[in-house]
């Protein structure tokens, strides 16, 4: 009996050490990180920075790994449907690109297309994979299931951290990235144009907490429209007659996440003057949503003209916590050739 239980005693004891155990490109250690801390058998805890560190194969001492990045499971230069990333209420698609050749200190960049679009659309008529050929990033090209295929930016679910909804969907797909691909946490980034510039406004609210930046190209503040589809029938914040002061807009930003404490993501905000569909006043109103959400004066700092090129304007808010750009002229097809960089250098990637 005493021999069994034995037995039975390490046998426990195994079971236990490895449910608790990280396995490789997992998370075991960082600033504020609660996790268990200690490698399946063969791996060691690297540092990737003061936020995170990452189980992998090799010797930490040395500075080397023997394990191939997890990226390298995605067919390099195709467009990759991912399943299976984790909770998905309305089952959104997502698909990951590959450059052949990725950096080491691994970015992330979600690109959510309009009303409409499709990820294939987006993948095809954006600079953004180009750029990841040259830069080194992985991207995730989401696809909204809605009528039109417009994003799910009005719901109280979508506009709740952990609500569920499409951004739940967006927010799961990063962490899945996060936790198998060795994207470093802090280089994880989100862009969209109209319905998906829309939805980076909802994702900068619910979920700070995982992603560092977006940039919005002609969408409208968080909380303001009542219909995915702006046009059917008109809404009145598509027509730029919602307007509020900034303290109002940012108060609908720090509903979304209660308790949340922590520092919201850096926004560029791309705005024709001339949008049809979205009406030049959502930009302003942005403008002053994000800077209360930042705490900075919502005067601009500093104005460039043609910058990064004709016909924009930048303007700059607080120390770079928000960027706002105005295209003179322009009207809802942007990003404009050209400006996609622009937003990657403010990501830093």
């Given amino acids: 009996m005493n021999t069994l239980f034995a037995r ?14 990280v396995p490789v490109w997992g998370q075991c250690g960082g ?13 060691s805890c690297f540092k990737v920075n003061d936020y995170y560190s990452q189980c992998q194969q090799g010797s ?38 590959r450059p052949t050749t990725v950096k080491s200190d691994l970015g992330l960049l979600v690109a959510l297309h309009y009303c409409g679009g499709t990820a294939q659309a987006y993948y095809s008529s954006t600079q ?10 992985m991207i995730l090209y989401g696809q909204a299931v809605n009528d039109s295929n417009c994003w799910d930016i009005t719901s109280k679910a979508t506009k709740t951290h952990n609500g569920g909804s499409d951004s739940q969907g967006i927010a799961s797909a990063a962490q899945y990235a996060i936790a198998n691909w060795g994207i470093n946490p802090e280089k994880v980034f989100v862009v969209g144009s109209s319905s998906g510039a829309m939805m980076v406004n909802v994702i900068a609210a ?4 995982i992603f560092k930046g977006g940039a919005i190209f002609a969408g409208s ?66 403008v002053k949503q994000w800077t209360n959400v930042h705490q900075v ?16 304007t930048k303007t700059s808010y607080g120390t770079g916590q928000v960027e706002g750009y105005s295209g003179s ?9 050209g400006t996609e960089a622009n937003a990657l250098n403010f990501f830093g990637l």
């Avoid at 046998?11 to 155990?21: D, E, G, P, R």
């Avoid at 619910?206 to 907490?209: F, G, K, L, N, S």
């Avoid at 004066?297 to 924009?312: E, F, G, I, M």
């Avoid at 002229?329 to 942007?334: A, R, W």
């Fill in 297 to 312: 004066s919502s005067v601009a700092t500093t104005t460039l003209t043609n910058s990064p090129k004709q016909p924009w």
């Fill in 206 to 209: 619910t979920y700070p907490d």
């Fill in 128 to 137: 953004f994979k180009t750029l990841a050929d040259q830069r080194g990033f």
């Fill in 329 to 337: 002229g322009l009207g809802h097809g942007l990003p404009d050739s």
């Fill in 8 to 21: 039975l005693t390490v046998f426990l004891a195994i079971a236990v050490s490895t449910a608790n155990s």
């Fill in 221 to 286: 503040a968080f909380g303001c429209l009542v219909s995915n589809a702006p046009r059917n029938p008109p809404d009145p914040c598509a027509s730029g007659q919602k307007t509020q002061t900034a303290q109002a807009w940012g108060d609908l930003v720090r509903g979304a996440y209660p308790g949340y404490n922590g520092t919201y993501p850096k926004l560029q905000i791309w705005h024709g003057t001339s949008d049809p569909v979205l009406n030049y006043v959502n930009f302003g109103e942005e």
């Fill in 60 to 97: 930490p001492e040395s500075g080397t790994t023997t394990a191939q990045s997890p990226a390298a499971t995605i067919p390099a230069g195709a467009l990759t449907k991912i399943t299976g990333f984790g909770t998905n209420p309305t089952n959104i698609g997502m698909y990951g690109y």
């Fill in 31 to 43: 600033l504020n990180f609660n996790g268990p801390t200690d490698c399946d058998a063969g791996l």
